[in-house]
């Protein structure tokens, strides 16, 4: 699916080109084409298993799920940019509740490796600072039941 976006980013890009767009056109219609496209790595609400509402944009908001043996990830929160952020910070506050299995809140940025923010059980609260390229959020479980409670801002 992202070598897809990929493709169509390009193509997007080719076609302003190709159309004699200035420089500065065809930048903003690739960063405008990216931010689109790296929203293709969140889950849909309809695919999470529990209720998201997102804040002022797709990098923040809530997320509570209850989680019953599910092994797997999921990714409420996240995208890419190129150019810098207003907000470079975002809060996160993690609340896990297990009765059995792994939990974790795992932050991919970019080409750095991940840093996990939360693991195991309690509230954990981490300051991210985005830099320009892909941030997603990712829950990951093993045989997990239990709770979570997500809140970026």
């Given amino acids: 699916m992202k070598k897809l976006s990929l493709a169509l980013a390009v193509l997007l ?3 302003t080109v190709l159309s004699g767009c200035a420089k500065d056109q065809v930048l903003d219609v690739y960063g405008a084409a990216v931010a689109v496209f790296g929203n ?10 529990g209720d998201r509402e997102f804040g002022a944009d797709k990098y923040t908001g809530t997320y509570t799920a209850e989680y019953e043996d599910f092994t797997g990830e999921e990714c409420p929160f996240g995208g890419t940019f190129l150019e810098k952020r207003e907000q470079e910070h975002v809060t996160v506050t993690c609340a896990i509740e297990r009765v059995s299995g792994e939990a974790s809140l795992v932050w991919n940025c970019g080409a750095a490796e991940p840093v996990v923010l939360a693991q195991g059980e309690g509230e954990f ?20 039941t239990g709770s979570v409670e ?3 801002r």
């Fill in 150 to 152: 997500l809140t970026i």
């Fill in 13 to 15: 890009l080719a076609g």
């Fill in 40 to 49: 293709v790595g969140l889950d849909s609400s309809l695919t999470l298993r």
């Fill in 125 to 144: 609260t981490e300051t991210a600072y985005l830099a320009p390229g892909s941030n997603y959020f990712d829950l990951e479980f093993d045989d997990f």
